[in-house]
């Protein structure tokens, strides 16, 4: 929104009626008409009228200017409320200053007066800056509030695709989007040449910071799965509070680690990082090792497959399942992803197997 206020630029109240807007419109219009005069303030200030009255004639388009425009001068009434109580304190403090100053020459106060007084006004400052950050994060409650209470299970739900080749299961899709937020339902279908999924989150922030993610090329993960509002565009919720989802979204991105391109060193730390994951990794190599008679056998049929229209791999085949032939083609990145994944899971299999020995 213009910092210009459209009723004020027609001289009206936020309550006149249609009929007052367009006499309005007409007498300045009249005015600043391009075929009256060709001054170019003129001009400016007749594109401004004629915008503000495109808004205000549109009863949806003013509703919503309407909305904002209260939004806006809630804001500036309790700043300048905020503004009111520090010059009011500064006077005060000018003040006391002032008297403190005369007290001293006239009764000569002691050092130990001096540290108490100014210590009070401290105290008094602060008290009044934290009343105000207390206003602040009241009023950002309220805002959250507001959201929660307009948002529909579609508006927290969204739709993933790939290629069927890329073979994702329910497991590995929860594994990968379960670190955004609480998923509330999530389901696979898969086709001959496509898997597609649907998946719904606890919170619409979730699925917002999914698609900020996909869109800005952040998370490796799902660079190979496309990712879609369910209905086909963003909620109207995101727009209506956009700032709110950007200040979560920035809160997320700063709190959960992610792989992306600028963590080139991820791998290897992780690897690297202690003796257990070394042995971890080394038993993943083991494990594809003993395998690999069965794999080769496999790898013909799957090459075979591969080169026909009818390739339909189920997607429980495999826990987080790239097959042979993907193993071959994969870049040097995919790969790692694949065994950081696998290294996580057993991470995870042998921390419960201590937690059962213990217990």
Not at 26 to 33: Q, V
Not at 281 to 302: F, G, P, Q, V, Y
Request: charged fraction near 40%.
């Amino acid at each position: 929104m213009e910092d210009a206020d459209y009723y004020e630029l027609f001289g009206l109240k936020v309550e006149s009626t249609q009929k007052e807007i367009r006499r309005a419109y007409y007498k300045k219009a009249l005015k600043y008409h391009p075929d009256k005069t060709d001054d170019k303030e003129a001009i400016r200030i007749f594109l401004k009228l004629t915008k503000a009255y495109e808004v205000l004639c549109d009863p949806k388009k003013r509703r919503e200017y309407d909305e904002k425009l209260k939004a806006k001068l809630h804001q500036k009434a309790r700043i300048e409320k905020f503004d009111a109580k520090r010059r009011q304190m500064k006077e005060d403090l000018d003040l006391k200053e002032r008297a403190y100053k005369r007290q001293k020459t006239e009764e000569a106060l002691s050092q130990e007066q001096l540290k108490n007084e100014i210590n009070r006004l401290r105290e008094e400052g602060l008290k009044i800056l934290n009343q105000a950050m207390e206003e602040d994060k009241e009023e950002e409650e309220i805002n959250k509030k507001n959201i929660d209470s307009q948002i529909s299970d579609m508006d927290k739900t969204i739709i993933l695709k790939w290629k069927i080749k890329y073979n994702y299961s329910e497991e590995d899709l929860e594994a990968i989007f379960s670190k955004y937020g609480d998923i509330d339902y999530l389901k696979i279908k898969l086709s001959k040449k496509k898997g597609t999924a649907v998946i719904q989150f606890k919170s619409l922030y979730s699925a917002y910071s999914v698609v900020q993610d996909k869109q800005d090329k952040c998370n490796k993960l799902i660079s190979k799965i496309d990712v879609e509002w369910a209905q086909k565009r963003e909620p109207e919720i995101i727009k209506k509070f956009e700032n709110n989802f950007k200040n979560e979204y920035e809160k997320y991105r700063q709190s959960i680690q992610i792989p992306n391109k600028s963590d080139n060193n991820t791998n290897n730390n992780l690897s690297d990082s202690n003796k257990e994951s070394a042995e971890i990794h080394s038993s993943i190599l083991a494990e594809e090792n003993k395998n690999k008679e069965n794999n080769n056998n496999r790898m013909d049929i799957l090459l075979n497959e591969q080169n026909s229209t009818k390739t339909d791999i189920p997607s429980t085949s495999f826990s987080f399942s790239f097959n042979a032939t993907e193993k071959m083609n994969m870049s040097l990145d995919d790969y790692e992803n694949y065994t950081l994944m696998k290294m996580r899971k057993l991470e995870k299999e042998k921390i419960k197997e201590d937690i059962l020995k213990e217990n």
